[in-house]
């Protein structure tokens, strides 16, 4: 149960980071919020409403509230192995908070973690203030009281100790020191009380959308623009010349000024014209920019650029965005993912992963899986290579990889045009980064490329022509063992990056065949299926061969393998050819390689369902409860992937390569930030793995 040591800690993200650290060790978990206040982004009306609550305790019966509260607590635990319990937050209006939190604990046996915050306290004053607390659950002798987590470390703050959006460009350096340090930082006197986790500020926490600004201030849309997705990560006034304020004009910034400015307007359309997101541009004073001017602007406009209106002053809009709440909207689900991952990442794991110690085979959930990529990747410490590097969303990903130490990345491209383009687009670039200038690299490996594809006809002129080709030359540098693996096609097709890897670097001495595999992250669990990009008609011997490789291939990235041979029959109940070749692929894998747990023929739902599995195939070992999914051709793995996945709004990581020399994997064109990020990670996982 987390219980806050004061107002404005941070209760309820700090909660969905703790859920969210849990699930990434595979542990099944819920977030309960004994006591409902109202239905928010990010909780559910899972426990007792507020008035029946207080209804309650007006006249004494605490336990008839603790009866309910424990009712609702089965319902939700009856499923997991651990409920993150939420804690009443103490106010004003609810100043029995404290008391019924220790009541609730009591009640449902709960272990207690303190959450604080320092606001404007020293180390010493915030240790103090949760030992106090701390007496109020036992006190530290109570084993029951297993730590605090620290909160909100060096926010900017104003007098009253409350962080608000005009703050941003105020923010100070994040700590982000490790848990020992600042284990030494927040000292507790009696060094009983264990520091589980220590969250650092960060501007993106409380970064609001442009929308959100606008439906605060109730404001007018002269330009809708990009609104929706532009976020404020900082905001300025400009009631200053023109010179002064250029400075300004950086990614990110929600610029204010007076609607009669022509000059300011003018200078940030000019911006974004160049490439510059800024945030939007907020007029003030209900001055409506003259329609000629617009004219001028409209490029700039066309580029996403949001401008609102306002009918207060500056010093009247900016003075109520500062009493804009900061709590997220129920529709901003980007933020509060990145609230969830970024505050799992500062949890104690090594004390999350103690938390249940035993629950047999743990499901390998999206959120476990993602995790244990990332996790893999770092231990496997390898070199990427990124031909499209100057691409936005490359250059967002390889910086986050490289921060996060998942992979060191090498970015072909002119360094000055990806400082240029990252610079635009309010990307700040990791000094971990490797950048190649392609124009002056590329000399050295035409002979190696002309000696490589001499035998289907290459000649130096051909092979200089290829080689302008940053994926080409990015595959002859993995060949080369420059790098160990190579990711692309956020802008280059399927067939260019997966082309030049079948021709430099070949497949591997122990694969009959390159074939592909999807991770296809369902909301429980995480499933392969393969192949459903690369042979359109493998026969059985191939068949068997990808059933191998992407058995293997579960296997490197934590998955537990039972295959399922897929057909449109299950065990002798079908016959044709068809079917006959699934069955003898499944029986040269049970030949070849009798340490897999595999099955076939399978229909799709005695693979998955074990209801179905039980009347089809009662005696098989992988029906019902299959992870590695196994398709007879192409035309049935893509039609099914991608009938799931959009029907079912399943995020598919994919297609993963298997069967190379050395991993190459390609990416969708129309692939986030995040799916960039994990394709270079089980790259890299690949790579390390290619090495034992």
Known sequence: MLVPTSLGVGLITISLGLERAIANQGIRVALF???????????????????????????GRLDELLEEIIAAYERISANVDVVVVQGLISTSDYPYATRLN?????????????????????????????????????????????????????????????????????????NQSDLNTLRKQYLFRNKKINLLGAIPWQTNLIAPRVKDVADFLTAKLINEGEMASRRILRMTLCARSLPNMVNALTPGTLIITAGDRTDIILATCMAALSGIKIAALL????????????????QALCSGLPILL????????????QMMPTEIPQDDIERLEYIRNFIAGFIDQAWVRNLVKAHGERLLSPAAFRYQLVEKARKAKQRIVLPEGTEPRTLAAASLCA??????????????????????????????????????YYEP??????????????????????????????TLMLEQGEVDGL????????????????????????????????????????????????????????????????????????????????????????????????????????????????????????????????????????????????????????????????????????????????????????????????????TAIQAGNLKI
């Not at 004994?34 to 426990?47: C, D, F, N």
């Not at 009591?106 to 606001?119: C, G, M, Q, R």
């Not at 992979?407 to 990252?422: D, F, H, K």
């Not at 070949?506 to 192949?531: H, N, R, W």
């Open 487 to 682: 990711v692309s096609g956020a802008i280059h097709t399927t067939a260019d990056t997966i082309r030049p890897a079948l021709q430099i670097i070949k497949t591997a001495s122990q694969a009959k065949l390159v074939s592909s595999i999807f991770f296809m992250c369902l909301p429980e669990q995480v499933l392969v299926y393969g192949d459903c990009a690369v042979n359109p008609n493998p026969n059985a011997e191939e068949l068997a061969d990808i059933a191998i490789q992407s058995t293997d291939s579960a296997k490197i990235f934590g998955i537990t393998p039972r295959v399922a041979m897929i057909s449109y029959s299950t065990g002798v109940s079908g016959s044709g050819l068809e079917v006959d070749k699934v069955r003898q692929a499944t029986e040269l894998v049970k030949q070849k390689r009798p340490d897999i747990m595999i099955d076939g023929p399978l229909q799709y739902d005695a693979a998955l369902i074990e209801s179905v599995a039980q009347s089809k195939a009662p005696n098989s070992p992988v029906a019902g409860k299959a992870t590695v999914f196994i398709f007879p051709d192409l035309n049935t793995g893509n039609t099914t992937y991608k009938a799931v996945q959009r029907s079912a709004d399943v995020l598919s990581i994919g297609p993963v390569l298997q069967g190379l020399r050395k991993p190459v994997n390609d990416l969708s064109r129309g692939a986030s930030i995040d799916d960039i990020v994990y394709t270079i990670a089980l």
């Open 283 to 298: 007029l003030t004073g209900g001055y409506e920019p003259d329609l000629k001017i617009m004219k001028l602007c409209q």
């Open 310 to 321: 306002v009918p207060t002053d500056s010093f009247c809009t900016t003075t109520a965005l």
């Open 33 to 59: 919020k004994p006591v409902a206040i109202e239905k928010t982004a990010l909780t559910t009306l899972t426990g007792i409403v507020i008035s029946r609550v207080e209804h309650l305790l007006s006249i």
């Open 403 to 440: 921060e996060r130490g998942i992979a060191e990345c090498v970015l072909l491209g002119n360094p000055n045009e990806i400082q240029r383009i990252a610079k635009h687009n309010g990307i700040v670039l990791s000094d971990r980064l490797i950048m190649v200038d392609p124009k002056t």
């Open 102 to 174: 220790s009541e609730i604990a009591k009640a449902l046996s709960a272990e207690v973690i303190l959450v604080a915050a320092p606001a404007n306290k020293t180390p010493e004053q915030l240790a103090d203030q949760i030992e106090i607390m701390a007496a109020s659950y036992g006190g530290s002798n109570n084993r029951k009281l297993l730590g605090c987590i620290i909160n909100k470390i060096n926010a900017p703050l104003d007098a009253q100790g409350r962080s608000h959006i005009d703050l941003l460009q105020n923010e100070s350096p994040q």
């Open 445 to 474: 490996y035409i002979p190696r490329l002309v000696a490589l594809r001499q035998h289907k006809g290459m000649t130096e002129l051909l092979a200089r022509e290829q080689i302008q080709d940053p994926v080409v030359l990015g």
